[in-house]
């Protein structure tokens, strides 16, 4: 009969703007003495936190069977990682519904007997010698070179683990009595009483957000006139200038590889935009109508001094108030806050997990950070956005939103 033999695998994975630059760190530990017996590191390059995060643990469950090739089902291993996500599935306690993760769950299962592995759910802070792995690998990467074991000091930072108890090494009677199947009927494991329930080191790991990429449109011959062009008015198209940003845009995009989908705003401006992006990644275009810009009234094509010359007090009014439309039965930005944060319940529900490029214009873009932020309707007039730029907001699983990037130009130099 075998001896059995136990060992702990601790992972991590990391993505420098997910999706962006990742990698994942793993290490194989002797549960009775707290030494590493293997590491492994790996720059992958542009994925999401997700999927380095898998890609972690199948280096960790690897590497712990390529140390004993000949043990079979004698090898225990007990998995430590501060990803929920990757804890709760492969556990079988959430259900794997991303497209991109159930390869890359089933591979993972497929390395060792169900049986012999087991899950546990830890802090950040306690997987300090994964995550430097992981952060090593993307440094790494950066630098265009590979990870080297023997350069990696990701051993130093970390504290000799704890002997792990053999009741770590069985088998949860939940998860032999599910079968396999993944389910969402057993709740979430419990934290230790010591282990505090707030703050950043215990936020829960809420799989990839719906990511969503805000592109401004290119120039019109309204646009270097700063004049008010909203959707009641000539709907012009782009100019000579406006077709060459959305040429560079879509040259940026396509560099990064990252955009899944295409949603434009009905103005003509917005979808030449946006068909020069599709075109360039392959993609379709569909409209929103939620995304057009705010209607203007009888401001449009006008400048804000010829407004303030001919509708003062009308144009002050505005300024007060977001409830305010403009002269002549414009839109109110109260009313483009309502459109545009139903457009956004849609598109979140819609792109969970994915990357989408809304093409649009300033006050759509301006009202989704806004609202991003949990910023006053003054914010509007705050917020700077040139043409062609790019912004984006990412959306989690619990309702949080994280605002990445605000009016960057970079592309168009």
């Not at 992972?11 to 549960?31: E, H, K, Q, T």
Request: proline share 7%; hydrophobic share 40%; with cysteine.
């Amino acid at each position: 009969m075998s001896v059995a033999r136990q060992v702990v695998v601790e992972a991590d994975g990391g993505s420098r703007g997910n999706p962006g630059p990742a990698g994942y760190g793993a290490v194989v530990i002797d549960p009775a003495t707290g030494e590493p017996l293997a590491e492994a590191a790996e720059y992958i390059g542009v994925a999401t936190n997700n999927v380095a995060e898998y890609r972690g643990l199948i280096a960790g469950l690897t590497a712990a069977k390529a140390l004993f090739p000949d043990a079979g089902e004698a090898l225990r291993v007990h998995v430590r990682m501060d990803s929920k996500l990757v804890v709760e599935q492969m556990s079988g306690r959430w259900k794997i519904k991303h497209p991109d993760m159930k390869p890359l769950a089933a591979r993972a299962a497929a390395i060792l007997p169900p049986s012999s592995v087991t899950y546990e759910w830890i802090p950040r802070a306690q997987n300090k010698h994964a995550d430097r792995l992981a952060n090593e690998a993307m440094d790494a990467g950066r630098d265009g070179r590979q990870w080297e074991a023997s350069a990696s000091t990701a051993a130093l930072d970390a504290p000799a683990a704890a002997p792990a108890p053999d009741a770590l090494f069985s088998l949860p009677e939940e998860t032999a009595e599910s079968g396999g199947e993944p389910t969402d009927a057993h709740p979430a494991p419990q934290q230790s009483a010591g282990t505090p329930q707030t703050g950043w080191g215990a936020a829960p790991d809420l799989g990839a957000p719906a990511t969503l990429v805000l592109l401004r449109h290119g120039e019109t011959a309204l646009t270097p006139e700063k004049r008010f062009s909203g959707s009641g008015g000539t709907d012009p198209e782009l100019s000579a200038v406006g077709r060459g940003q959305a040429e560079r845009a879509a040259g940026h995009f396509a560099a990064l590889g990252t955009v899944q989908e295409i949603v434009s705003s009905p103005l003509r401006r917005c979808r030449e935009t946006a068909a020069v992006v599709a075109a360039r990644l392959g993609l379709d275009v569909r409209i929103d109508e939620s995304l057009r810009e705010t209607d203007f009234g009888a401001w449009e094509g006008l400048t804000f001094g010829e407004v303030r010359e001919r509708y003062g007090d009308d144009l002050t009014a505005w300024l007060a108030s977001p409830d305010t439309a403009p002269t002549g039965g414009g839109e109110s930005f109260a009313q483009v806050a309502e459109r545009v944060a139903a457009a956004r319940d849609r598109l979140v529900a819609r792109y969970a997990g994915r990357t989408v490029l809304l093409v649009t214009h300033v006050t759509p873009i301006k009202t989704f950070v806004r609202l991003a932020l949990g910023a006053p309707p003054e914010a509007l007039f705050r917020m700077e956005l040139s043409a062609a730029s790019i912004s984006t907001v990412a959306y989690y699983g619990d309702g949080n939103a994280s605002v990445r990037l605000l009016n960057d130009t970079s592309h168009l130099r």
